[in-house]
Nanobody, 129 residues
């Protein structure tokens, strides 16, 4: 079965940067064509969509308004990992960040957590002021 494993979380001061990775484990062939996304969640709140990307080497990422211009989603050439480069971090970015796969990247559906059947375990990001 496919597993997603996130890494790269940590604690930074406001204005700093972090790069999260999501490795796709257990897929026998290329993962090309899958819709993958990053979500984040703080205790007591629903998961919030951060951004999504179709793993095909050609697609344009989609971002939520709260991170547009500060976060960048990419994937590696082998299409076995998804990345989230986070720059100019703010205290409100503090959350557990999750990688998800096999959702829909069409229209606004990428924002809906329930459409993604595969999730990683999450990695914590803490931004101090």
């Amino acid at each position: 079965a496919v597993r997603l494993v996130e890494s790269g979380g940590g604690s930074v001061q406001a204005g700093g940067s972090l790069r999260l990775s999501c490795d796709v484990i257990g897929y026998a062939w290329t993962y090309s064509g899958h819709c993958m996304a990053w979500f984040r969640q703080v205790p007591g709140k629903n998961r919030e969509a951060v951004g999504s990307l179709i793993i095909d080497g050609r697609a344009t990422p989609q971002y939520s308004d709260s991170v547009e211009g500060r976060f960048t989603i990419t994937h590696n050439d082998d299409k076995t990992a998804l990345y989230l480069q986070m720059d100019n971090l703010e205290p409100d970015d503090t959350a557990m960040y999750y990688c998800a796969s096999d959702g829909t990247c069409r229209g606004s559906g990428w924002r809906e957590a329930e459409k993604y059947p595969i999730w990683g375990q999450g990695t914590q990001v803490t931004v101090s002021s």
